[in-house]
């Protein structure tokens, strides 16, 4: 029997070439050229639709050391970077086309691969499924997706509010609580007076805006409103929403201040923490000038700043099991943005993990997970083990890993390089388990 992957994009790339690499029959459908999302152009497989840039190469972000994870393991996605990169400075970038004609030429080349050029509209009933479709996910495989996992674990747009290093955060301004002292100290607040809120409403009026893309454009739900939009309906809209201080009294005033921007707990380790509401629109360079304005945030380091685009993904902590399959219909595994990472790398990564994950099963094997201390098993665990109440895509980062056992304090670059040591010395002895699944 062969396996099925709907989408040939990064991730259904990567997993048709790990199932095929043990020996396994794949079709791998992919609608181009008959049919184009608003974001594709190309007729090539695995095309990047936006930036050619795979973001940092050095070991001092967590992305790097994800790629360097996959070059040892033989990943096709880097392979085809290494040989289609361009100058970049510190990043890893590419030609886009020449990236695309390598994996192209590498997948319909496999005698084990057949790629099918064929729109799929209906989810397969049984027989082992990859959905590999991507964020532009079309209405009717989205419309069949939540029938099986329920609508409300299904979502089609895609609100990030930032995320902070935690140790970037300054506790002699902000402090920590929730309101009216109920559920522990599991907040950070940082305080507005009114001349402060003022201030920040006016910047944010007065700031500038990333404009959307085609398939980009989205309709804001309330539950979901861009900050400056909310601000646009009246300078004092934050201080009713997102920023409202009812039930949080400042223990060094007494008082309640004017507005209050609270911070949550984003990951395990407590080493990350997100801006509670604040998604947004505003450019980057914008988002850190003004929110550096915020009391307790001058010096913050920004892991992730916000962002607002179309992208369907599922609820993966609610929606998958262990190994990425859909709680309710198993036969069907998710890999790429789909199942909840955000980026091309870790898009590429899902669907390496996905396709050892199918491998397996096929075989008859039990493969082990990739150890916590890799990126590659950094990534999994958060799609496992997220906050399901709050969940949204992810870039890989270091604030996923463990943290480090240390016995004396560590700069935070020589932390960050301290993991990635850590996490290529844990490979290999995974990836020898994984040949053995008969490979």
């Known amino acids: 029997m062969h396996i099925s992957i709907i989408g040939a994009g990064l991730a259904g790339c990567e997993a048709a070439w790990q199932l095929a690499n043990f020996g396994l029959d794949v079709k791998l459908y992919e609608m181009k050229p008959q049919c184009f999302s608003a974001a594709h152009q190309s007729e090539q497989l695995a095309e990047l639709v936006c930036s050619n840039s795979l973001r940092g190469a050095g070991m001092n972000n967590a992305v790097g050391c994800l790629k360097e994870e996959l070059r040892r393991i033989g990943a096709l996605f880097i392979e085809a970077a290494d040989a289609s990169q361009v100058p970049a400075g510190g990043a890893l970038a590419v030609d886009r086309d020449e990236f695309s004609r390598y994996i192209s030429e590498k997948i319909t080349d496999h005698p084990q691969i057949e790629v099918v050029r064929q729109r799929v509209d209906s989810l397969p009933t049984e ?43 300054n506790l002699d301004v902000a402090w920590r609580a929730s309101r009216y002292d109920k559920g522990g100290a599991d907040y950070i607040n940082c305080p507005l007076t009114q001349e402060e809120y003022e201030e920040f409403i006016t910047d944010l009026l ?55 921007i609270q911070l949550r707990q984003d990951n395990l380790h407590a080493s990350s923490y997100n801006m509670v509401g604040f998604q947004t629109r505003l450019t980057y360079p914008e988002q850190q000038r003004i929110f550096r304005k915020i009391p307790g945030l001058k010096e913050a380091r920004f892991e992730r700043l916000g962002s607002m685009h179309r992208n369907t993904f599922v609820n993966a902590p609610r929606a998958l099991n262990p190994r990425l399959q859909l709680n309710n219909a198993p036969h069907i595994t998710l890999a790429g943005q789909i199942s909840g990472v955000e980026g091309y790398v ?41 906050d399901a109440d709050n969940f949204q895509p992810t870039n890989v980062n270091y604030g996923l890993f463990p ?36 490979r």
């Open 206 to 260: 007065e700031a500038d805006k990333v404009a959307g893309r085609e398939f980009e454009k989205l309709i804001h739900f309330e539950g979901c409103m861009p900050i400056e939009e909310m601000a646009a309906r009246g300078r004092q809209t934050l201080s009713f929403g997102p920023m409202k201080p009812v039930g949080l009294r400042d223990p060094r005033t007494g008082y309640i201040p004017h507005a209050v």
């Open 346 to 386: 870790e898009s590429a990564a899902c669907g390496l993990l996905a396709g050892l994950f199918v491998a397996a099963e096929r075989l008859g094997q039990q493969l082990p997970d990739p150890p916590e201390v890799t990126a590659l098993g950094a990534l999994l665990n958060h799609l496992r083990t997220a």
């Open 127 to 169: 027989g082992p499924t990859i959905l590999a479709s991507g964020p532009l996910t079309s209405d009717a495989l989205s419309e069949q997706l939540a029938a099986l996992i329920g609508s409300e674990h299904l979502y089609f747009y895609d609100a990030i509010a930032p995320i902070i290093e935690a140790d970037s955060i």
């Open 403 to 438: 943290p480090l056992n240390l016995e004396r304090k560590m700069k935070r670059a020589d932390r960050r390089l301290a993991m990635a040591e850590r996490a290529l010395a844990a490979l290999p002895d995974w990836w020898q388990e994984v040949e053995k699944l008969n």
